[in-house]
């Protein structure tokens, strides 16, 4: 069992930064490819950026390439978001999640991942 934590959320101003943090506890973290995902209201769920076990290669949706950078320590077992030039459509419930199986490449079309967080909200103010 992973437990996922975010935090890091908040109010921003468009054209602001914010940095989103996971916390992973339960199992050998650098066994799991990670991500985020985003969900604003009434929309489905989006992928973010996910990044490869070793943390050296991070894969990102089109609209937040570019903008966000995906970043991991696994000494620390967290994984990080930092989002710049935010936008107002960037608001959302950003979630951290894991997968033991799949690679990071994959997880953006995996209709289901192993374990997610609870989420923190990202409100961008235009």
């Known amino acids: 069992q992973v437990q996922l934590v975010e935090s890091g959320g908040g109010l921003v101003q468009a054209g602001g930064s914010l940095r989103l943090s996971c916390a992973a506890s339960?199992?050998?973290?650098?066994?799991?490819?990670m991500g985020w995902f985003r969900q604003a209201p009434g929309k489905e769920r989006e992928f973010a950026a996910a990044i490869d076990r070793s943390g050296v290669v991070g894969y990102y949706g089109d609209s937040v390439k570019g903008r966000f950078t995906i970043s991991r320590d696994n000494a620390k077992n967290m994984i990080y978001l930092q989002m710049n030039s935010l936008k107002s459509e960037d608001t959302a419930v950003y979630y951290c999640?894991?997968?033991?199986?799949?690679?990071?490449?994959?997880?953006?079309?995996?209709?289901?991942?192993?374990?997610w967080g609870q989420g923190t909200q990202v409100t961008v103010s235009s």
């Open positions: 339960g199992r050998t973290f650098s066994d799991f490819a």
């Open positions: 999640a894991a997968d033991l199986a799949h690679s990071a490449r994959a997880m953006r079309a995996l209709p289901t991942l192993d374990y």
